[in-house]
């Protein structure tokens, strides 16, 4: 699977992901993209899920029609510390993915 990380989530966190191909929006050259183009510029990469922690983000976008799955993490902050918890998860949500749809994690 292919997994991009939203410009949101901390970078480290991508060590995480070793049995993912695992990039950053940053890593690609996306940065400051508005989610709607990073969506499909993320599609068009042949990426198969977004992980992101924007809590607004399945009210901002229309994920009718798209050929990437969605996850956004639900987090007290975007530390280590706080999303740690939420990776087995994170795992599960990415294991189970489809195309189009989006799956919330945490509280």
Known sequence: MKLL?????????????????????????????KNGELLSLAEEAGFD???????????EQSLLGRNIGIVVVCARTSQMGDLL??????????????????VRVGK
């Open 49 to 59: 899920a977004f992980l992101t922690l924007d809590q607004g983000f399945e009210y």
């Open 5 to 33: 990380l939203d410009e949101c989530v901390p970078r480290k966190l991508k060590n995480l992901f070793s049995k993912f191909e695992c990039r950053t929006v940053p890593e690609i050259g996306l940065s400051g993209r």
């Open 85 to 102: 918890p939420l990776m087995p998860d994170i795992f599960q949500a990415l294991t189970s993915i489809k195309a189009g749809l989006l």
